[in-house]
């Protein structure tokens, strides 16, 4: 029987939709949260080729979205260190759940956006899906838009000591973005996807 690959539509010595023919695969390094895959591959035009691709459990983002008194739109952000790039980051709410990976998008946002920022949303709406990194990555997020919001107390993993939880006017987020203090790429995608479907 053909080796079927974890990335969709991929077996070994067949071609797949883009015409490319994985010809051998191998599993390079994982851990609990990613597998490092490197597979041999073959060119339509019969160039070989090796791809290091990266497989990690889809994700949930979440834009957990408040009006207050006065009728003025409010988002919630995170601001967390990130070791790779030894920055810290503004972001909105996101997350995988690399232990339960039969768990539904749907739970992941509503599990994520609690953790992080202790909010429950009774209204989240899915605004579409995204890829992050498709040239080296499986991975694929879930975008999701949290209203009717309730303020709970969050429950943070013990390796998120140094996030920070902030609710800032959606005019001041879009700042953020223009003037480059959001950096984030998942974060920026979300909000321009939510943002052409006219739901922020």
């Known amino acids: 029987m053909p080796q079927k690959l974890d990335t969709d539509k991929k077996i070994i010595g067949q071609a797949d939709p883009g015409g490319i023919v994985p010809e051998s695969s191998r599993i390079a390094y994982e851990n609990r949260w990613l597998k490092i895959r490197e597979d041999i591959?073959?060119?339509?035009?019969?160039?070989?080729?090796?791809f290091g691709v990266v497989e990690r459990n889809e994700f949930a983002v979440i834009l957990p979205l408040h009006i207050n008194n006065e009728g003025i739109k409010i988002v919630t952000l995170?601001?967390?260190y990130r070791y790779p790039v030894g920055k810290f980051m503004w972001?909105?709410?996101?997350?995988?759940?690399?232990l339960k990976p039969d768990?539904?998008?749907?739970?992941?946002?509503?599990g994520e956006l609690e953790e992080e920022t202790g909010l429950r949303a009774a209204n989240m709406v899915h605004g579409g899906i995204l890829y992050q990194g498709a040239g080296y990555s499986t991975q694929k997020g879930h975008v999701f838009l949290a209203t009717d919001l309730t303020q709970h107390s969050p429950k943070r993993e013990e390796t998120e000591l140094h996030m920070?939880?902030?609710?800032i006017?959606?005019?001041?987020?879009?700042e953020m973005i223009q003037n480059g203090q959001i950096t984030c790429m998942v974060t920026i995608a979300a909000f321009c996807l939510l943002r052409s479907k006219k739901l922020v």
């Open 78 to 80: 995170i601001r967390q």
């Open 91 to 98: 972001e909105l709410p996101m997350g995988m759940w690399e």
């Open 169 to 174: 006017p959606l005019t001041q987020f879009e």
């Open 164 to 167: 920070t939880c902030h609710t």
């Open 41 to 50: 591959i073959r060119y339509p035009n019969g160039l070989k080729g090796m």
């Open 103 to 110: 768990a539904t998008p749907e739970m992941v946002a509503a």
